[in-house]
């Protein structure tokens, strides 16, 4: 879903560290070991420092916004002379050096019980270990100093695989640069199904831990058709080795796309379409937010989540179609869907100021961040709408000229193309794109009024209005003493018909959140508790019948 861009939290770094100057070699060997339904992690740190003043280092910072990731550190000790202790309330390090020289190790103890709400966290099971490079090396200077990191990985269990998004081959791991630049760098190792491709002679590697109910080696037969056909696409095959990692994650369609490397966290029970869709969208990351950004001086980088996210969309439906993974029944139910997810986002018609409100109040959930994936993929659909057309050369649509060409002409600067808002429209508009228009009256003015082709793929499918039951889930969750309790239950709702009352108490509940990434359209599930007994409760979350535009086959 994402491009790493998003994640990086604006947190301050406190401790300098003069002691350790630019360019240190920092020597690093890590350690798994099998424990119960886990897996510790042991780092060992090794560098040399200026002075053996006492050092102050901040403790594990997770980018991806795990709170105190810190906390899983046990067994944290000095040798050859180093003293290291833990201060206070653990948020630091205090270490002492030994002859200039520094030598610790801590183990990472990852309860992954603990993780199972957090979609970024570090994946770890009784069998792997997945983790982002923030995830486990200390932030032992400021963020944007540049390091040697040195990388060895020992003693794998046996039958273990490893991978890493930094090299191809893993156990000996190198690169230069600053925690800001590398918190992504991922390393993963445990027992994988691993199917290796190659691509114009380079690998290319599908690995999957678990095995999911399609079948892993069609998954993995999936991947690599996104990879090959993208990189074909934009004729892109500057890479040495190129990863695609599918991880479990219980209740989840997430996604995450690096360098080298993109990575879905997805339910074992995952939908073929779904997850084709998933990687076609994280594959498209590589260009679309990674290379090719809107400028966005706007105080929360929100303004152009549309192209980023939304036409990223698109055209990742697009390709999919054009590459024969998906009918063009399935690619028509994806524009369908982008109707009905704006139909029943509360945000539809927020423009960008009251959205921009929403965030200043600390209150941009799920359901505002979806609206740009749904109303940029639609702008991309409206954009495209004389161009789109399938002939037997293939299929023909500007928005994907507009960004290969954008990706061959735009200005690079350091491998980035970034134009500004006038330079990114009037080049949309050389080519007869009216995303300008499209985007001031849904964007910035957040209409939901979208001017729909009538006709699709020379009229094999024609808007129509369809009788459509609304998304209504029947109640709001009221949260007290860490417990949940149903509280404006509509008695004309569904919930009330299931039996659902104003002040029960849910235990549990699966697919009550309509954008969350664990949401699916069926029944909803609910664990509850009348007169001390728990209760299952399922029910179908619709409502009022309401009148929806969508494309109907004729
Ligand atoms: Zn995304």
Redesign the pocket.
Known sequence: ???VFLFILLFCSVFINAQIAEGTRINAKLQFIKKGKTVNVKVELQFKVISNDSLLIGNLRDYYGFPSLGKFMTELTGYNGTVVKKRGNADSINIAPFNNEVNFTYTLGYDSATFSDATYAPNVGENHVHFAFCQWMLPLTEKNKVLEYSIQVDNLPENWLLYSSVAGEAHDISFKGSLSEFFSATIGAGVFYKKPYTLKGKPLNVYINGSFSTGNERLAELGYKIVSYQRTLFNDFQFSFYNVVLLPKEGNTAGISIPNMFLCLIKKDVDYQKLAWLMS??ML?RWI?NQITIKDTTSFGLRHQWFK?GI?DYLSYLVLLDSKLFTRDEFINSINSYIRNIKENPYSNASEDSIKKVAAAGKYGVAATKLPYYKGGLIGFIADKEFLMESETGLHSRVKDFILTLLKNGKKIEGRIEPNEKMFFSFADSMQLPLYNLYQKHIINGSADFDLPKKVFTGVYKLEKVKYQVYDLGFTFSEKDSKFFASSVDPYGPAYKAGIRNDMEIISSTSVNRFSNAWCDCPVNMVVLVNGERKTVDYIPRGKEVQVLQYIKK
Do not use: D, Q
């Open positions: 879903m994402k491009c969208h994280e990351h937010g996210e990223n």
